[in-house]
């Protein structure tokens, strides 16, 4: 698209203009498909240059694949998300955008850009998903990615003659040492150390090991979010004094996301971890 748009764009004779000032081209129309609104999911192929200069171009930042975001309310009129709205999967098209209506939103735009100049964004619109169809395939995606790191797990049991507990939710724990008094509470501050390995017992942190560089107990309100799902529910098993062993699927560690190298997307983590204080 971007090469019709080199000799095309330059004249208005395709664009249009909606009623809040934003130009717009309609390069190809695929007929049908669902229009996004403001909180759909998109994923597109997108240019933005401004004359010819290119900022940015997704195929080159993201290995020829489409980005993907949320799409937010106009930020002002005119707005390049308005001419979102205005197409269905498949579908090309060219928006332009004034920079002086960008500057007037406390942008600061580049020293060899004019306030006359437009912002050009050349888009392929690959596909919109609702809010409720992103949840739907999620939780699929963790239904599935929770069976096969349960068999993962069994298998690993097995090969090392454990048999931890399990939690509904697909937690596995085994208590090496039983601490005293009562479990630890949510909204409660909770004070350990451990060590988290991954299933095949690569160390990715610990605060007892010099090398990680934070050796100091750390603390942490239990129950609030502060930390990964499986900690929040396998701490809460404990109480003051105790240590465990915890097996956390990815659902309940990081899922698709990769915090790291050390940490690839649906890693199964493993928590040794001992509870030194709770208040």
């Not at 975001?69 to 002002?76: C, E, R, S």
Request: aromatic content about 8%.
């Amino acid at each position: 698209m971007s090469v019709v748009c080199l000799s095309a764009c330059n004249s208005n004779g395709g664009f249009k203009t909606t009623k809040d000032g934003l130009e717009y081209w309609i390069v190809k129309d695929v007929k049908g498909g669902k229009s996004p609104v403001v909180g759909d999911l998109v994923e597109m192929h997108i240019i933005t240059r401004v004359g010819d200069s290119i900022l940015f171009d997704s195929r080159k930042m993201n290995n020829e694949q489409p980005v993907q975001f949320p799409l937010a309310p106009p930020a002002f009129k005119g707005d390049m998300s308005e001419g979102f709205a205005l197409m269905t999967p498949g579908d090309s098209a060219v928006l332009r955008v004034s920079l002086d209506s960008i500057r007037k939103t406390g942008a600061q735009l580049l020293p060899w850009m004019k306030p006359t100049d437009k912002l050009q964004y050349e888009v392929v619109l690959v596909s919109v998903k609702s809010q409720q169809e992103v949840e739907k395939e999620r939780a699929e995606a963790s239904a599935q990615h929770l069976q096969t790191d349960d068999q993962l797990l069994r298998d690993y049991f097995a090969k090392n003659n454990l048999a931890p507990a399990k939690t509904a939710s697909g937690l596995y724990y085994l208590i090496e040492k039983e601490g005293a008094g009562e479990v630890a509470k949510a909204g409660q501050q909770v004070t350990v150390n451990y060590t988290g390995t991954t299933l095949g017992g690569n160390v990715f942190d610990s605060n007892l090991d010099p090398k990680f560089n934070h050796v100091e107990p750390f603390t942490f309100p239990l129950g609030q979010g502060a930390v990964i799902p499986g900690w929040d529910e396998g701490v809460a098993l404990l109480k003051k004094g105790s240590k465990a062993k915890l097996f956390i699927p990815s659902t309940l560690a990081y899922g698709a996301q990769s915090p790291g190298p050390e940490i690839p997307a649906y890693s199964i983590l493993v928590f040794d971890v001992e509870v030194t204080d709770v208040k």
